[in-house]
């Protein structure tokens, strides 16, 4: 089991450039989830999905859309980067909603120039 | 939301235990109360979760009072491997709408030999 994968790891971005971060779990989880966490802070939630087909906002989910592709995949897409989103990006996954443990992914760190 | 406050480090060695303090004053009557570890460039991974009284595991203990608006993570017999940013988080329990768990600052717990 891959558990949460993301990719890329890594990008550098130009403002105004757009870019979909991929993330898939294999644990066969109805949840999952995106958050951003900027340097020395915690994370914070931007989007999620309870289960497949729907998506919801989280904190913080201004500049951003998501997929639920299907049950494995839910991608997180930057129409027109800005420098503010410049920040680490997690994607997690849950069994369900709630209260249950969320697994998360190596991140992918993303900076905007 | 239900905020917490943890403080912002702790510094302990190896051997010790450590135990690391959480207020949650507004929490609700469906939250539960549930803490995660996490190591630079990684994601977080969850440690303990619990509801009242005291919960063990086999990395910790959680203890929470009858009035429930604080917890106490314990670490028994900390290890430089322990070095980390404990989040605690407060939520979940029945919800199902945007009341998703929040992560704070969390507190950055330093072990020296």
């Known amino acids: 089991n891959a558990g949460v994968t993301q990719t890329p790891k890594f990008q550098v971005l130009k403002t105004g450039q757009s870019m979909t971060l991929q993330c898939a779990q294999d644990?066969?989880?109805?949840?999952m989830y995106w958050y951003r966490q900027d340097p020395g802070m915690g994370l914070r939630l931007i989007y999620y999905?309870?289960?497949?087909?729907?998506?919801d906002k989280g904190e913080v989910p201004n500049g951003y859309n998501v997929s639920r592709l299907n049950k494995r995949e839910f991608s997180l897409r930057l129409e027109s980067a800005a420098p503010s989103q410049t920040s680490v990006y997690f994607c997690?996954?849950?069994?369900?909603?709630?209260?249950?443990?969320?697994?998360f992914g190596p991140g992918t760190r993303l900076t905007v120039t | 939301l239900a905020k917490t406050t943890q403080p912002i480090s702790m510094d302990s060695y190896e051997g010790q235990e450590v135990n690391i303090t959480c207020s949650h004053n507004?929490?609700?009557?469906?939250?539960?109360i549930t803490w995660y570890q996490q190591f630079p460039s990684q994601g977080p991974r969850f440690i303990i979760q619990?509801?009242?009284t005291k919960v063990t595991n086999e990395v910790a203990s959680l203890f929470i009072p009858a009035d429930r608006k604080s917890s106490t993570l314990s670490l028994p017999r900390v290890s430089l491997s322990d070095t980390a940013v404990y989040y605690c988080?407060?939520?979940?329990?029945?919800?199902?709408?945007?009341?998703?768990?929040?992560f704070g600052s969390g507190t950055r717990l330093q072990v020296q030999p």
């Open positions: 997690a996954s849950s069994e369900a909603r709630g209260l249950h443990e969320q697994y």
């Open positions: 644990m066969n989880h109805n949840s």
């Open positions: 999905s309870a289960s497949e087909g729907t998506t």
């Open positions: 507004n929490i609700a009557t469906n939250d539960y």
């Open positions: 619990g509801y009242k």
């Open positions: 988080l407060v939520g979940g329990g029945f919800d199902t709408g945007r009341r998703a768990l929040t």
